[in-house]
């Protein structure tokens, strides 16, 4: 059973373009929805990151956009640029004291063309 | 480089065999988390540890697999008898009471 859907599995985009990655998750328990980027050879770098009391975060050209009555959350990297390429997770998780077990989408592998 | 560390980063082994990995987490951090991605998969939680407790494991944690944190410091990950379902990263992630995790760059395990 997938917890947290992630569309699409893939993304081409022109340089300077937008690139937008949709989420949805099914278990409202869930509190804590990161966006990790990954590139070959290394582990998930955290990206940016939403609680659902807020509806949208935006840290520099990357946006998450929250929906919570849909259970859906999207990542809109505006100007994406060939250095962005790399492989998106969303991910959804719940915990407290500190603890969050999180739990992630299949991921979309990203590439910006010049 | 304060980082999560992992070691080793590449193990090839034979079916069979056993295996060990290692997790340094960023050295302020007193809960540890490893996780399995196969190719094309996002990372699916195997266990977690605060200091040296393992508080939760999940059902992928079959038991051929063992982790601990003897004194709430490093991790180890080990496989007994592998097998080649077994050939995936492991990666191993840190994170303090605020929550957030920061990963390391994984160890890429083949079993012929």
């Known amino acids: 059973q997938q917890q947290v859907k992630q569309s699409p599995q893939s993304l081409i985009v022109q340089k300077g373009g937008i690139s937008i990655i949709n989420c949805a998750y099914e278990n409202t328990a869930f509190d804590y929805f990161p966006w990790y980027q990954q590139f070959p050879g290394k582990g998930p770098a955290l990206l940016i990151a939403i609680r659902p009391d807020v509806s949208e975060k935006k840290e520099g050209r990357f946006t998450i956009s929250f929906n919570k009555s849909a259970k859906q959350f999207s990542l809109h990297i505006m100007d994406s640029q060939p250095g962005d390429s790399a492989t998106y997770f969303c991910?959804?998780?719940?915990?407290?004291?500190?603890?969050?077990?999180?739990?992630f989408g299949i991921g979309t592998k990203l590439q910006v063309i010049p | 480089d304060t980082g999560v560390s992992q070691d080793p980063r590449h193990k090839i082994t034979k079916r069979g065999q056993n295996v060990t990995f290692r997790c340094d987490p960023i050295s302020e951090h007193n809960r540890l988390y490893w996780y399995r991605q196969t190719l094309g998969q996002g990372p699916e939680f195997l266990t977690y540890f605060q200091n040296e407790a393992q508080l939760e494991k999940s059902r992928l944690l079959s038991d051929r697999f063992s982790a601990e944190r003897p004194k709430g410091s490093f991790s180890t990950l080990e496989i007994q008898r592998t097998e080649q379902g077994d050939s995936a990263m492991y990666l191993c992630a840190s994170s303090s009471q605020l929550g957030t995790q920061y990963f390391g760059p994984g160890t890429r395990l083949l079993v012929l």
């Open positions: 991910a959804a998780g719940r915990g407290s004291g500190g603890y969050q077990k999180v739990t």
